[in-house]
């Protein structure tokens, strides 16, 4: 199963969902696919949604998917790598006013860079990520950490953006 989370943050993310129901309906992703859509205004057709979850909710399917799609916040990212998971992201883009400013690309692309997730910057990059997902998290690191160590790591990261 694929779950994707958009988080809460008032300016939808609808470029992502549309691209993921596209690849549904052609058949691209056989996955069964569960999304949290927030504010955004586009609704799947393919696909079963809510557009809040309670923590709880989230954390079920965090823990019980196959792959976890995600926007760029650090909150949805850290979230499947406690777990031991390796995320994709899709940052949201301040040029289809999905966020202010590109804070969101800036903190993909440093995650990006210590092999941490699999990053989409460009939405028809998805479908071959999530078509390769298998072979793109060999080249990650994920390590077993306490969660005094995550929150440690997480501290450290975010000083040093």
């Not at 779950?3 to 008032?10: I, Q, S």
């Not at 998805?126 to 690191?141: H, P, Q, R, S, T």
């Not at 994920?142 to 953006?161: A, Q, T, V």
């Amino acid at each position: 199963m694929i779950f994707l989370t958009v988080g809460t943050h008032e300016q939808g993310l609808d470029r992502l969902l549309i691209e993921l129901d596209r690849l549904v309906e052609v058949g691209e992703i056989k996955h069964e696919v569960f999304a949290q859509i927030g504010y955004s205004k586009y609704i799947p057709k393919n696909y079963q949604y809510k557009e809040m979850l309670s923590y709880k909710d989230m954390d079920t399917y965090v823990k019980t998917s196959d792959i976890v799609i995600t926007h760029g916040g650090p909150g949805s990212i850290f979230h499947p790598l406690q777990y031991g998971k390796i995320p994709i992201v899709v940052p949201r883009n301040p040029e289809f006013k999905e966020h202010v400013d590109d804070h969101q690309i800036l903190f993909t692309k440093r995650l990006e860079n210590l092999q941490k997730i699999i990053a989409v910057y460009s939405i028809d990059e998805l479908a071959v990520k999530v078509d390769n997902y298998k072979n793109l998290i060999l080249g990650c690191k994920i390590g077993n950490f306490e969660k005094d160590n995550f929150i440690r790591s997480f501290e450290k990261l975010i000083i040093r953006l």
